[in-house]
């Protein structure tokens, strides 16, 4: 440990960019066959060794001739020659061309000597062993020197020149078959935490156990930035193991990442553990940018190293704005194109003193116009990131960004484009059904409020929402038929029975489809009766379950007597269905909208669809 | 042969563009592992089978709590709790939380049965079993509820989603370790030509062999349109032999490619082939634009053909207009980002009658505004694309285009942008050496009165010109020694010798430093002669060799006695050096580029450079 840190300074970010470029990324440079040499950078500037073409050679099929002799010659007065030959390409010349000799020649052949013109034969007439020609040429027309297009000594590519289709053709014109490259940094990829399973692996729920998204999403988040990811087992929170596999990866690898893990202090776990290591540096600890301050920097037995925030927002935010410029600095892949400007859809509000990035996802409205609108469920969710396609920045002072603002949004990456539809409403099995026939949709199911306020604020193509919305443009209408799923002991023939019985529910969320439908018949039940709020005598009416069929999914596994469905989500569940009424689901585009590709390929989806059990199209 | 095509008519681009479109590319969908799954396209829409998360989990560190337990509590009015156990992410819960009861718990970790919300750290102080809570929390804050992120059943990913980082870790979370993905299609690519031979074997000048450009370039512009390049030996001009190479790889293809070789006829041999074979479809032959227009569209044995033209301007040209589209929509990759707006530099003449795709460089101005030039050596050299970096559309209805006008370029590539520096002018090789420790240079060797030419235009950043030149401003300059390379059988003590003897000479190539030097010499002495011109005198003076050693290697083989030439290419190549005088050199920049970093970095190279014999640094 040479330096202590400050550990209640935030670095700045461009002192945090700093920092991390200055550790040094870079690896050897090394030579590839040039048939794996796209998308390299070239270590070394590229000299010529040969000349091309490596001979006089004829640029058009004609006849090859001596100037000389074609002097006078046009379309009205021809000139005759003898053809003493033919060559083509790959052939070397048989005989010298004299005078009063032309030798008939394709593209690409070598010049006979003696021939120093080549006349084309759309300006010649063959008759036997004599050649018309019908033009004047100059010396040297249409014929391709020796060493014109490079020649030997030449300065052909510099270093830093990344290897395309068409550089990847001119060293192979000069015969490079090899070619020194970049190479690419081994960038060790280590997340952390007790509860990280791998995607393949089954997980169990009750030991709060989750699938490892950081390292996947990390190592394609390193290729892209044209460094080598090498994969590493996630390690618990124990400081031992951690210490140990940080050792196993600074011993192979140019760089160090590990993401944290979501333990109480665990990025204060790895930042002590490199600060009181004998072998280690730390540079850096907390960074003034929102996601990712928790962000550690420093050195592991002389390895550069950059711990990232475990939540995979913030994890792929950090990689994005301070670990893959260096790599592309190491490699010298450029930054994607990065940025669009749009329209914001809806206000931010910032609680200001960091610098936030905000992600934001994109669409395009009637008029080709971008809108950006945030995509923010937090850090802790993955489709935070999946569902946008790039940041915001609002600076540390800004508290406050209004709708309608023009705001410059950086890319995520360089496929990051609005979507073909962007949907947004309630969660329907029928309309799933249909999205699974359009390509590049996003569907962001929040439910039926959700759906009708982006439709005010003139956000999504789609909205899906229950009931017969006042605005927009109706692309398709059903009945749906709901009612409770019921558990093996719930013997309910009626809403009366859930009311007046001893039966517990778990409830559909606030604001979906689900959750009004059942409000709409205990407030009706409640007027029939005189009681103005029934909601009280549901045991359980307050707990709830994300998801269609998340509420009888809890009843199938006995945590509850019933809970609000659809008829075809009791049915795949295996459990009976008390039936409780119809209610209408309407997808509705706005109306400037309705005219997109992604808007008319749901339609036609939407006609196409399979019935469900309990569903009535309504025209 | 199911069509007959005419022959005559060219298909336009878009009639050309559809019957490629129309061959149906697309191979069959294929399961990837996720770590494979980057840069692939979803060929199927992903519905979750989890919840994410699968359990009530803690989003903050603190301390689990029943909600009501806190009410009241705040900074001046703290409640206290009683611990009742420790969580960790990864954990189960072991006990419920009882009232009055408190678990500290970290983010990521289960919430325990009978909690209800998180009370965050920074608002609580512990003293042993007990903890003191200092905010009012209500149900469900600071907790991420189960399926809050995704819930089972949801459209999570639409079919046609590029795979991203972040899309890849939305899967691993939905524990998807394996994707639908579109396939690749193989596209089998065949250059054709005897003259062709790969870039590892070395060339026969005389039998007139050239490297193998189209192989490797249009395997590598496959490779960047999703396609899976398969390599085919390049076959020669033989019918059989093309016949069973079209044959075999049509076999196991999805498509096949050829590029004609540039033998007469050639295309014509291919067309004809395609044509006549019993297992073939001739859909379309000759395309409407320039270059590319001997193209051939069809089937072979029902596997789609396209054969490219054999220049490497011309194929590249082709595939980048017509059959990168068809792959990219097969496999999903998008377009690159492929518009920049500039402005021409020079005007562009052309003869009109056909769609004309005009390569151009770009370079960046003093304000960072964006030039285009045209850089046209022609279709035969692999300079004309190497060295460009898009192209500039001109209608078949234009004749003329004139400097200053906005066009619109058409960039080859999301790698395509304006080198750091571009340096237009004479050979030299100080310059040369101080070029390779600048990065991302582009050097075009078109002698000196191009440099001068181009930089009066306003084009370049820097020129290298043999003189003192008025414009612009001098960066560096160096009076280099010239004079004649000698063979083993000149026994030259001077110009004079040369003029009254009977050697040969190899002469530069017109418009370069080395060929002025020359004539300036050939004056001189015949104002002392009082002979106005002495280049009659000189025996081989029109024959002329390119690049700085070209000359004096054609004298080190044989074909002359003597060249104009350097001192260090004279030593270099062992031959003996007559020297006639000394050169100035200088390498100039426009005003406005001065303080281009890339103008910045060669002067510093040019002050570090080794100097060469016969080389005087003027100040």
């Known amino acids: 440990m040479t330096e202590r840190a400050n550990r209640r300074e935030l670095a700045d970010l461009e002192t945090a960019r700093t920092t991390i470029a200055e550790l040094g990324l870079g690896s050897e440079a090394t030579a590839v ?98 050649v018309a020609v019908r033009d004047t040429v100059t010396p040297g027309e249409n014929v391709l020197p020796a060493g014109a297009d490079v020649a030997v000594g030449d300065f052909a590519l510099s270093a830093g020149t990344r290897l395309t289709p068409r550089t990847i053709g001119l060293l192979s014109a000069l015969g490079e078959s090899s070619v020194p490259v970049r190479g690419r940094p081994e960038v060790a990829v280590v997340s952390t935490g007790d509860e990280l399973v791998p995607a393949d692996e089954p997980l169990d729920h009750d030991a709060g156990q989750i699938h490892d998204v950081n390292t996947p999403a990390i190592m394609a988040a390193v290729a892209a930035a044209g460094g080598e990811a090498v994969r590493f087992d996630s390690v618990g929170d124990d400081r031992e193991a951690l210490a140990d596999a940080l050792s196993r990866a600074a011993e192979t690898a140019d760089l160090v990442l590990t993401s944290g893990s979501t333990s109480a202090g665990s990025t204060d776990v790895l930042a002590t553990l490199v600060e009181e290591r004998e072998d280690t540096e730390l540079l850096l600890h907390g960074v003034d940018i929102q996601p990712g301050k928790p962000t550690v920097v420093g050195r592991i037995a002389g390895t550069p190293y950059v711990g990232l925030p475990g939540y995979p927002v913030s994890a792929l935010s950090v990689f994005r704005v301070l670990v893959a410029p260096a790599i592309r600095a190491a490699t010298g892949v450029p930054a994607p194109a990065m940025e669009t400007d749009a329209e914001l859809a809806t206000r931010v509000r910032h609680e200001g003193g960091r610098y936030r990035l905000v992600p934001v996802g994109l669409v395009a409205d009637g008029d080709g116009r971008t809108l950006a609108y945030p995509v923010d469920k937090g850090s802790g969710a993955t489709t935070s990131l999946a569902y946008a396609d790039g940041v915001v920045t609002v600076a540390a002072t800004t508290n406050y960004v209004p709708s309608g603002e023009r705001v410059t949004v950086e890319l995520f990456d360089d496929e990051a484009r609005p979507p073909a539809l962007l949907c947004v409403g309630d969660r329907d099995p029928v309309v799933s059904s249909a999205l699974s026939g359009v390509e590049r949709v996003r569907y962001l199911a929040r439910g039926t409020q959700a759906g009708e306020q982006w439709l005010a604020d003139g956000i999504p193509d789609v909205a899906v929402v229950a009931g017969d919305p006042e605005d927009g443009t109706a692309l398709a209408a059903w009945d749906r038929e709901w009612g409770l799923a019921l558990g093996p002991n719930a013997d309910l023939s009626g809403l009366d029975a859930l009311i007046d019985g001893d039966a517990t529910v778990v409830n559909a969320a606030p604001g979906t489809g689900l959750r009004a439908a059942f409000d709409d018949a205990l407030a009706a039940l409640g007027e029939e009766r005189g009681r103005a709020n029934l909601r009280d005598a549901v045991d359980g009416y307050g707990v709830t379950a994300h998801g269609l069929d998340g509420p009888a999914r809890r009843v199938k596994s006995g945590d509850a007597d019933a809970a609000p469905a659809l008829r075809p989500s009791a049915a795949s569940l295996g459990l009976s269905f008390l039936p409780l009424g119809t209610q209408r689901l309407t997808v509705v585009a706005l109306p400037d909208r309705r005219e997109k590709d992604g808007v008319e390929s749901l339609v036609a989806a939407l006609d196409e669809v399979e019935k469900l059990p309990g569903y009535e199209r309504v025209e």
């Open 33 to 130: 066959p040039l048939d794996d040499a796209q998308g390299r950078t070239l270590a070394a500037a590229v000299s010529a060794d040969i000349d091309v073409p490596g001979f006089d050679r004829a640029a058009m099929d004609g006849y090859a001739v001596r100037a000389n002799d074609t002097v006078g010659a046009g379309e009205a007065s021809p000139l005759e020659l003898a053809v003493a030959g033919e060559l083509h390409a790959g052939q070397p010349p048989e005989a010298a061309v004299g005078e009063g000799d032309a030798v008939e020649i394709a593209t690409g052949a070598v010049m006979p000597e003696g021939a120093d013109a080549v006349v084309v034969v759309e300006r010649t007439s063959r008759d036997g062993d004599r």
